[in-house]
């Protein structure tokens, strides 16, 4: 699943594959806090032949959700999905 604003491009879509967040920023849990849910990122988005850009860290899914909102950042997220109301900066997740 990944969370981003949701006037980003992607949002609307259906389906996003880890490949199309190529090149985008991203937003996760700390390196240090050893979380499955960065290692995730990690090695998914090796397979799909990039190195993700961490441009943020956050210690907490709400703050990471609140970082991805405000845009222009995709975090890989756990949970239910949803999608957020268009014209508002509310993240969309979307399954990956």
Same mark, same amino acid.
């Given at each position: 699943?990944?969370? &981003?604003?949701?006037?980003?491009?992607?949002?609307?879509? /259906?389906?996003?594959?880890?490949?199309? &967040?190529?090149?985008? !920023?991203?937003?996760?849990? !700390?390196?240090?806090? /050893?979380?499955?849910?960065?290692?995730?990122?990690?090695?998914?988005?090796?397979?799909?032949?990039?190195?993700?850009?961490?441009?943020?860290?956050?210690?907490?899914?709400?703050?990471?959700?609140? &970082?991805?909102?405000?845009?222009?950042?995709?975090? %890989?997220?756990?949970?239910?999905?949803?999608?957020?109301?268009?014209?508002? %900066?509310?993240?969309?997740?979307?399954?990956?």
């Amino acid at each position: 699943m990944v969370a &981003l604003p949701s006037d980003h491009p992607l949002a609307w879509r /259906g389906r996003v594959m880890i490949a199309d &967040l190529a090149g985008e !920023p991203f937003v996760t849990f !700390p390196g240090a806090q /050893g979380s499955s849910v960065r290692e995730a990122l990690l090695r998914v988005a090796v397979e799909a032949g990039f190195a993700p850009t961490i441009v943020r860290e956050a210690p907490d899914s709400s703050a990471i959700l609140s &970082l991805s909102a405000a845009g222009p950042r995709a975090s %890989r997220c756990p949970g239910p999905r949803s999608r957020g109301t268009p014209g508002r %900066r509310s993240p969309a997740c979307c399954p990956p």
